[in-house]
């Protein structure tokens, strides 16, 4: 089966032609979603990759070992994809650390990487990395994204373009090959020292493609998803463009804590998740159900035992029937407690047990896998 031969950042051009949207990306900010549409984020990339340009950001021979390599390490927030774009877009390498990376990892993956600038979400973090600069010799610059004093903004990089940058600009865009290192991804370290795993554009996008035939939809410009799995993770980040190039509004949750109170104000259509997260949930579901006295908690457990048994062949009318009247008195509850339009859930990481997946799917929520 062949797949299209995009970049990763090619997604905000089709999007910008295909679909575009007023809330491409979302988070919350001082206790209001705040949104960035298809229009302005293309135009913010496109001057940060014009700032990361003039301090001498370049993909140089187009090898992984000489493409110059940035750093981030951030909790998910649209800037994380702004930047992961930008440096994208000039052939550079991103190289994400997760935030809760210790100082001694962090800097074997500064320096194996050889990166040039890093990007820091706020002051706690910023303190992690300034403890390890005298140790990262090849770390020329330092910018974050909570506006800190002393501290260099990722905004002074937004660079209005002109007629002569943006002609530079689309030249290098339209060098770039889709074969090329599109980021290196360290693993954790938890058998010696982490590893860097380099991937293309195409090992991303080919993923992405072969899993969109998996997908109810094959562009979903009207709906929009939670994202709180990290951005460093693989998973999400293969996640995030398939979202990026079907149109569908990401909006990231404050916290693991608030996905909760974030699911009942974003009302996304599905979000992606862990085996465990899952497990929590129906755990939670399973307590709220004990609590139930009467005619309702029986109806409760028989709705549960209807699930247990899903399946998507081979089940009689009376069995379907039954789980009509499941799915409009109690599982319509399930969906509400997660939004109220929740069509999908992808879990990644681990199996996912055959019983979550039963019973999610019959509760009208089905569950996709993701692995590899």
């Given amino acids: 089966m062949e797949f299209p031969k995009h970049r990763l950042f090619d997604s905000v051009r089709l999007q910008l032609e295909k679909f575009p949207k007023s809330d491409m990306l979302n988070a919350k900010v001082n206790g209001s979603w705040q ?59 991103l190289v994400p650390i997760y935030p809760t990376t210790n100082p001694i990892e962090m800097e074997f993956i500064l320096n194996d990487a050889k990166a040039k600038i890093i990007f820091v979400a706020d002051a706690a973090l910023l303190e992690k990395v300034k403890a390890i600069l005298p140790n990262v010799p090849s770390l020329q610059l330092v910018y974050t994204f909570d506006r800190i004093e002393g501290s260099m903004h990722y905004s002074e990089l937004l660079v209005e373009p002109s007629p002569e940058s943006t002609q530079i600009l689309k030249t290098i865009k339209d060098s770039v090959p889709n074969t090329h ?32 035939q998996s997908f109810p939809f094959p562009d979903a410009p009207q709906q929009k998803a939670l994202s709180f799995l990290p951005l460093n993770h693989i998973f999400e980040k293969m996640i995030t463009y398939l979202y990026l190039f079907s149109g569908i509004s990401i909006y990231y949750a404050e916290s693991l804590e608030t996905i909760a109170d974030n699911l009942r104000e974003v009302k996304p259509d599905g979000f992606t998740t862990v085996p465990r997260l899952l497990e929590k949930v129906y755990e939670r579901i399973m307590s709220k159900g004990n609590e139930q006295k009467g005619i309702k908690r029986k109806l409760f457990f028989w709705s549960v035992g209807l699930g ?18 499941a799915r409009k008195l109690v599982f319509s509850k399930w969906r509400e407690a997660l939004g109220g339009n929740i069509s999908f859930i992808v879990t990644g990481g681990a199996a996912a047990s055959e019983k979550l997946l039963r019973i999610f799917t019959a509760a009208g929520i089905p569950v996709y896998e993701g692995y590899g």
């Fill in 181 to 212: 290192t599109a980021t290196i991804i360290y693993t954790s370290g938890t058998t010696g020292t982490p590893k860097g795993v380099m991937l293309s554009h195409a090992n991303i996008v080919s993923n992405i493609f072969f899993a969109r």
């Fill in 35 to 93: 949104g960035y549409s298809t229009q302005e984020a293309d135009s913010l990339v496109t001057r940060y990759s014009n700032g990361l340009l003039q301090k001498g950001v370049s993909a140089n021979d187009f090898t992984a070992e000489g493409s110059d390599k940035i750093a981030i390490i951030s909790q998910n927030r649209p800037e994380w994809v702004f930047t992961d774009l930008a440096v994208q877009q000039l052939g550079a390498i």
């Fill in 308 to 325: 247990l048994k899903y399946a998507t062949t081979g089940k009689s009318a009376f069995y379907k029937m039954q789980l009509a009247i």
